[in-house]
Each structure stands twice: as C-alpha cells, then as structure tokens.
C-alpha cells in the first residue's frame, strides 16, 4: 500500500448547532446514515462531537439537553495526516471518527473507521 | 500483510436477549463501551442484532419496544473468513460489525471495523 493521506478518505461532515435538541440530532444521524455529528458554531468552528452512542448514552440516564451530552475535548485530524497516523489516534482513544480540521479550527470533514476498513483490500 | 483470518481478532460480543428493554440494552452499550449488542436467545442463537444508531432511531422515532428496533437479517462472518472478506462484507452492506458465528449459528463473539482499522499499521 503506498503511503496515503487523510484527504484522501475526507467525506461531508453531518453537523449540528449547541442549541439543538436531541431529537433533531437524532433525526439527522438517521436522515444521513451515520453515527457522528460535528457541532459547529455559526462560522463552521469545531464546538465538539456528539455521535449515536453520547444519544444512547442520554437514553441510559434520561439526560434530556443536547448540551449535556456533547463531547467536547475533540480529537481531529488533519488532511496531510498519514492514514496510519490517523488509525493509531482511533485506536488509542477508543473512537470511531475523526473530524478533519484546518489549521483555524474550520471543519473540512470527517473520516471514520469505516472508511477506513475500505482500504483492507485483498 | 500476511493473510490473516477473523479468528485472530474475535472479541467477547455483548448480547441481550429480546425480552430486554431499550434502557437497558442503552446501559449495557454504556457500560462496555461499545455500540453493537448481539441478540441471542438462551441456548446462544443468533435472534438479531440492536446498536446505538438503532437506539438513536428509537429516539427519533418514538419507538418504545425494543422488538421494534431489533435488526433481524444479521450479515455475520465466521472464524475462518479471510480478513478481507469480512472487511468486504463490512463495506458492502454499511454497517460497522460483524457477529461471529459457527456452522449451527451459535455467537461466538464479534469483529468491528474499529477492530479492523487497528491493523493499518506504519
Ligand atoms: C469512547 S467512544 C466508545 C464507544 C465506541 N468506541 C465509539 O467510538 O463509539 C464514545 C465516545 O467517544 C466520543 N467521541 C467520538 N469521536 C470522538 C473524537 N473524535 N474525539 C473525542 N471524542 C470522540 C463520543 O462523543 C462518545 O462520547
Ligand atoms: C445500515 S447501518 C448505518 C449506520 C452505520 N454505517 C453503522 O454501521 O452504524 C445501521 C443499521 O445497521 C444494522 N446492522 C449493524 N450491524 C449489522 C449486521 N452485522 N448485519 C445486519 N445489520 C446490521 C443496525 O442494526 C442498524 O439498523
């Protein structure tokens, strides 16, 4: 495998606002298929993460606000970050995404697990 | 790489059976830190599969039973499976787990795409 880079697997981010509610956030994990939604203020600055499991995890305890489930010591990516260096930051941080950010904290994207179990070819 | 097989990275799978409710099938993917719940019945059979994101659609949804959210057509691989393979079935179907069964369709444990993504290694 030749050496590749994050952005090369960067897709759209699902994002979301902090003064959305659960059920919304719900919905869009959804609507979209995915499990992680990046919370951006209004000039798409990283704010923190919430995903399927923080919304599961509101279920477990009945924590009602969005805010109270969002996780916000993030950790990003870069789209010059080496693949591998991007799976071991999963790995040690027992984690299923990565949101891709610039050098100013602007959201370009996600990458997940996922997408990255597509470069396990034969 | 040299091929490798599922066998070497099958791990303990948490299950619930399908008299469980939603709040406590969202506490025991809380507790173990996980987002796949394999649904057996009481001598280990395979019955379906419920993880976060359906949780989640529980809560966008409304939906109170947990029968309701219980993903029954299960894509599962078995010890023998090439890694790629179930990496193929991962990509192929969108979803982020495997169950791994034996030839009766007993569980015998799990293999996630986090658990696929550790061996991108330098
Ligand atoms: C620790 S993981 C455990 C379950 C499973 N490994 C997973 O990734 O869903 C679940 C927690 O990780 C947080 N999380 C997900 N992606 C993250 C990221 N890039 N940086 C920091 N926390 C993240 C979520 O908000 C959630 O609270
Ligand atoms: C289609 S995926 C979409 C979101 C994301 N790709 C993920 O895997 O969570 C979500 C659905 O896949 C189902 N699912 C998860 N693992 C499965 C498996 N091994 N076989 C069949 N369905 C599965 C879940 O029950 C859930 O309803």
Redesign the interface.
Known sequence: RELAFVEALIRPSITCSEDDT??SV??R??RH?V?HVVVVDNRRKLRGIV???D???????GTKKLVEIITRKVVTTSPDD???EA??K??QH?I?ALPVTDKNGKVLGIV???D???????
């Open positions: 659960i059920k719900a919905e994990i959804i298929s499990n995903t399927s499991w919304v599961t995890k509101a279920v477990a305890d080496p693949i591998e799976a071991r999963l790995a027992n299923s997940t697990s996922e990255l179990t597509k470069l396990i070819r034969r």
